[in-house]
């Protein structure tokens, strides 16, 4: 069973950087697709970073330009580092991991959630 666990949420004001990690139980090489969600009460859950196999990240224009992911292949975990955070950043943030089965179907991971609150 796969497993995807996230650290480093917590209260920062706004203005603030933190950084999110993602351990996985497995080789994250072994993933096509890796990347940050978030959700608010009430909201669906958003895309905030996806981090491919191959080629550049894809962020939601709301973090562009102050997010960036990366995949940390020593340590083995999916990283998410944010800066200029604001309030609308509060949220639970949830790793997620995306690989192609053998039979041809993609099967989703994803991690029980950290929350990140941005206030004064």
């Known amino acids: 069973q796969v497993q995807l666990v996230e650290s480093g949420g917590g209260l920062v004001q706004p203005g603030g950087s933190l950084r999110l990690s993602c351990a996985v139980s497995e080789g994250i090489f072994s993933f096509d697709v890796m990347g940050w969600y978030r959700q608010v009460p009430g909201n669906q859950r958003e895309l905030v970073a996806h981090v491919f196999r191959y080629g550049d990240p894809k962020y939601s224009d709301s973090v562009q330009g102050r997010f960036t992911a990366s995949r940390d292949f020593a340590k083995n975990t999916v990283d998410l580092q944010m800066s200029s955070l604001s309030p609308d950043d509060t949220g639970v943030y949830y790793c997620?991991?995306?690989?192609?089965?053998?039979?041809?179907?993609?099967?989703?991971?994803w991690g029980q959630g950290t929350q990140v609150t941005v206030s004064s």
């Open positions: 997620y991991g995306e690989r192609m089965m053998a039979s041809g179907s993609k099967q989703a991971y």
